[in-house]
């Protein structure tokens, strides 16, 4: 029932996100899509994902930080909805996206972009290995791109042998 009320609901968030007159519409919209993604996480689809992390994506440049704390908490919650075979030069573009904000000078921004990548990173350990240490060239704040980098490793070396496990006990049945 949610997803059929998300179809018609989302064409009125995504115009409260971009409103410009009203921050108060772009927070609430940002909420309502924090919670509504959060209930629906399996049952999203892929096109609807689409459409939202534009907007989000737009609304890290908000003039109002609380806007742009607030749209970290609904990237968190966009990522796990991913399915796992999800567009990959999406994924790259919003990961450089978010690298670039990293960079933020407002601390509180760069630990909301920060937690959002340490979700994200569960999305593809290999691309996101690669695009964290293409940011780390450019940041201004390497190490914390480098600390993403190495997390993004441990969990690729992790998955790979937990893999070996199962393949070896597999082979063993």
Not at 138 to 164: F, I, N, W
Request: glycine share 4%.
């Amino acid at each position: 029932a949610l997803n059929l009320a998300f179809a018609d609901l989302l064409p009125i968030l995504k115009s409260c996100l971009d409103d410009s007159w009203s921050p108060d519409n772009r927070m609430i919209a940002c909420l309502v899509l924090t919670c509504t993604l959060s209930e629906m996480q399996a049952e999203i689809s892929g096109e609807q994902l689409r459409e939202v992390y534009p907007e989000l994506l737009k609304r890290l440049d908000d003039s109002n930080d609380k806007i742009r704390v607030s749209v970290c908490e609904a990237l968190s919650v966009f990522f796990k909805c991913l399915p796992a075979n999800w567009s990959r030069s999406l994924f790259e573009y919003i990961l450089r996206t978010l690298f670039v904000h990293l960079d933020d000078p407002n601390i509180e921004i760069q630990q909301g972009i920060y937690g959002v990548l340490e979700v994200a990173v569960h999305q593809d350990y290999s691309t996101f290995m690669r695009e964290a240490q293409i940011a780390a060239g450019k940041s201004t704040h390497p190490r914390m791109c480098e600390e993403l980098a190495r997390l993004a490793d441990s969990l690729r070396k992790a998955c790979a042998v937990e893999g070996d496990e199962g393949v070896e006990e597999a082979a063993m049945d």
